[in-house]
């Protein structure tokens, strides 16, 4: 869907928020419709996007991959190769850009593993700003590193200890902090959720992922791929992967973390074991009790620890046009080994999740067909954690 | 005719403003919630909220936040809130008002939701997360049963506060400070302001409450003394419960609300 001037995807979307942000919420869409299209806008984000963050990334033949599973062509998006190590610069950068334009002089973010926390931090170093960043105490602990990273870049971090006190409640400080410093501040949202127009606009700073996808295949073989694949935590690298080329016949898989199981009940497989609810500003899918309370959720991946998705992943479900399956931690960690010796490539264990999936679809596919994978970041940051999760699970 | 709305006629009549109470269902349990309502309706509350707790009340300040984690912990649940309102209903008329987050409706169906609670004898609803645009369905289902009650913020337009004021029934929310619930910030120019621009927008037609951070008997009567129809008191009563022994809460909450309601006389 173009631009839902509605605010909604279908059913999904809206705007579900305290009346304090509707000004707010208001003044964002129209700077945005304003600048999306506005020549200087683009050239300042495109200079951005290419010297600072290194884009275009490139698109990989997995050659020793493919071969090794004897299938279909499987091609890696390389976002992991963007500065920073994500494709969450993608978004951070357009947002911080934006809130320049609209001479907002606070920034604020939410962050799960820190990810976001970091790419909002260095947008807004290099822009010239200051971020603060709301981090769930559970992550700040998990996460250190990043929490320095992000305090090295010049932002602060304000854990946050109420709730699950994971990205969910650091997501629900943020917006508090956001309903009291309503006049001077600029939320920076990190994935593809929220009131309308957040889950548009991430979509349109994240297409840059699909785009490219779709010239660098054409080039390469003169044709869409058959099939592309990626992660879905909020869902802010899948749909930028999705959105280009939903019009074409290509199979497109958004893969959820299944965690230890979708029946054991740890898992954030919102799409796949989910149902309809209000949260964060929008109707989507959600993973809740039979009373409306937010369940609390798991992964092996920080990034992908989220009881929601955004809403035009929940309408392209209802739809059909795109499948949402999902991966187990072991799973996970099988295809973050896999992909690590037989390419050299360490991918996060977000984007690991996707790198399981294709290793089904590239088994049941011919040789002749192509697989796009989008590897949304790299693993350095997940290192320790598949060490730990090795040593408690492997005896041999 | 409401029970709010008859509630504010015969304030009206008497020449006195509201004073409406808001306590945590089931913090720190039932028994508690039970003594403070028997407290509040002695002390001269005219209206009282009840909180039910929702996972993420991102409109709430830390007093409410831990009030319904807390409540969610003793097992808080939709059909046993609806039992503790029948309780109340048989201590006492004054009418009872639902605050609470948007899912916990959407999830059982706004219809099925609002007319069991209507049958508890819950006579409107607070959801500081639902907006004008996206209340529809929730305007169709409470259609006729019970009172809708939006909120206003001080940054809220002229045309929208129409809008708004159009939709509500019972009373209007007017959120007095930028922030949640329960900061204390002193009480600004701006909230001043708006309480009059409120008023003169909705022209009489629907009430117009003031609450966020209203916590004293001087409060109180500052809000009145600009034309508030009603003020509303929250943080503070949870607070107070929260440091009262179990068999000191009615007594203390009845104290408490009657130094607030003093200052709604006129
Ligand atoms: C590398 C990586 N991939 C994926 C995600 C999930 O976010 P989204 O679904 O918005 O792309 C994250 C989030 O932190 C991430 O760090």
Excluded at chain 2, 4 to 32: C, Q, T
Aim: hydrophobic residues 35%.
């Amino acid at each position: 869907m173009k631009y839902p001037k509605s605010g909604r995807f279908g059913e999904f979307g809206g705007k579900y928020i305290p009346e304090t942000l509707v000004p707010a919420v208001q003044e964002l869409e129209e700077n945005y419709l304003k600048f999306k299209n506005d020549k200087r806008f683009k050239k300042e984000l495109d200079y951005y996007l290419k010297q600072y963050a290194g884009r275009p990334t490139p698109l990989y033949f997995a050659k020793n991959l493919t071969e090794k599973i004897g299938g279909a062509k499987i091609y890696l998006k390389r976002e992991d190769l963007l500065h920073g190590g994500a494709h969450k610069i993608n978004n951070t950068l357009g947002q911080a850009l934006l809130a320049k334009k609209m001479n907002k002089k606070r920034i604020i973010a939410e962050t799960g593993a820190g990810q976001h926390g970091v790419a909002t931090a260095m947008a807004c170093a290099a822009l010239g700003m200051k971020a603060e960043v709301y981090m769930g105490y559970k992550d700040t602990i998990r996460q250190k590193l990043n929490v320095f990273r992000m305090n090295m870049l010049g932002s602060k971090v304000h854990p946050v200890k109420s709730g699950s006190k994971t990205l969910k409640d650091a997501i629900n400080e943020a917006i508090r902090d956001w309903i009291t410093n309503v006049e001077n501040t600029y939320y920076l949202l990190g994935s593809a959720v929220g009131p309308h127009p957040y889950p548009v606009m991430v979509r349109d700073f994240q297409s840059v992922i699909g785009n490219e996808i779709k010239s660098q295949m054409k080039k390469l073989h003169n044709k869409t791929p058959d099939s592309v694949i990626a992660c879905v935590g909020g869902g802010s690298n899948a749909i930028g992967t999705f959105y280009p080329l939903v019009d074409t016949n290509a199979e497109i898989i958004g893969v959820e973390a299944a965690g230890k199981g979708l029946k054991s009940g740890f898992h954030s497989a919102t799409l796949s074991a989910g149902s309809k609810g209000v949260l964060h500003g929008m109707m989507t899918y959600l993973l809740q009790d039979k009373e409306g309370q937010i369940t609390e959720t798991h992964s092996i991946s920080a990034g992908l620890d989220y009881p929601g998705v955004g809403p035009e992943h929940s309408y392209l479900k209802d739809q059909k046009r795109v499948k949402y399956h999902s991966a187990t931690d072991t799973e996970v960690i099988d295809a973050f080994l896999l992909l690590t010796r037989t390419e050299g490539i360490i991918p996060a264990l977000e984007s690991a999740h996707a790198i399981a999936e294709a290793v089904k679809v590239a088994r049941k596919h011919k040789q002749s067909e192509s697989i796009v994978v989008t590897l949304s970041g790299r693993g350095d940051k997940d290192v320790e954690e598949v060490q730990n999760y090795l040593n408690k699970h492997v005896k041999d | 005719m409401s029970r709010i709305k008859e509630k504010f006629a015969e304030l009206d009549a008497k020449n006195e403003k509201a004073l409406i109470s808001y306590i945590m269902a089931g913090f720190p349990n039932e028994n508690a919630t039970l003594s403070a309502v028997k407290g509040l309706v002695k002390g001269g509350a005219d209206i009282i909220e009840l909180g039910f707790p929702f996972s993420d009340p991102l409109a709430d300040g830390p007093v409410i936040q831990n009030a319904s984690t807390l409540s969610l912990e003793k097992g808080t649940k939709i059909g046993k809130f609806f039992e503790l309102v029948k309780k109340i209903r048989k201590i006492t008329d004054t009418p009872l008002v639902l605050m609470t987050y948007t899912n916990i409706l959407y999830n059982k169906g706004y219809s099925k939701f609002i007319s069991e609670a209507k049958k508890a004898g819950i006579d409107g609803f607070i959801l500081p997360d639902m907006s004008i645009e996206e209340s529809k369905e929730y305007l169709n289902a409470a259609k006729g049963k019970t009172d809708t009650i939006f909120l206003i913020s001080p940054n809220t337009s002229k045309e929208r506060i129409r809008k708004i004021s159009d939709a509500s029934s019972g009373f209007l929310y007017l959120v007095a400070v930028y922030g949640t619930t329960g900061v204390k910030t002193g009480i600004k120019n701006y909230t001043l302001k708006a309480i009059k621009e409120v008023k003169k927008q909705t022209k009489g037609k629907v009430p117009v409450g003031v609450g966020f951070g209203v916590s004293t008997p001087a409060d109180v009567k500052k809000y009145v003394s600009v034309g508030a129809d009603a003020v509303i008191v929250g943080s503070a009563f949870l607070k107070l419960i929260e440091k009262t022994p179990q068999n000191k809460i009615e007594q203390k909450i009845s104290a408490f609300t009657k130094s607030l309601k003093t200052q709604t006389r006129l």
